[in-house]
């Protein structure tokens, strides 16, 4: 069964970056449509932003023009490089392609964002 790993999240003051990147078992990644999603405790997941085979790119209007997804097709790593970050993108990050593979769903990893 494919598993993702999502890494890279942490504590960072608003305005800072950081990067996060999503692995997986299998050539999984390198051979889909990706999406990053986010969530925060007691609401819905929420979609972020998605990347196809080919690279082109979608972004939730909330993060559009701060965040960028990327890929690694030789890597099978799956990336979200996040800009100008603000309080409200406090959340747990995670990685699935599209459509979602439902037992896929890995650990997530959060990201803080400080006032």
């Known amino acids: 069964q494919v598993q993702l790993v999502e890494s890279g999240g942490g504590l960072v003051q608003s305005g800072g970056s950081l990067k996060l990147s999503c692995a997986a078992s299998g050539s999984i990644l390198s051979r889909n449509t990706l999406d990053w999603y986010r969530q925060v405790p007691g609401k819905q997941r929420e979609w972020v932003a998605r990347?196809?085979?080919?690279?082109?790119?979608r972004y939730a209007d909330s993060v559009k023009g701060r965040f960028t997804i990327s890929r690694d097709n030789v890597k099978n790593t799956l990336y979200l490089q996040m800009d100008s970050l603000k309080p409200e993108d406090t959340a747990v990050y995670y990685c699935n392609t599209f459509p979602p593979l439902s037992g896929a769903w890995g650990q997530g990893t959060q990201v803080t964002v400080s006032s």
């Open positions: 990347i196809t085979f080919g690279g082109t790119t």
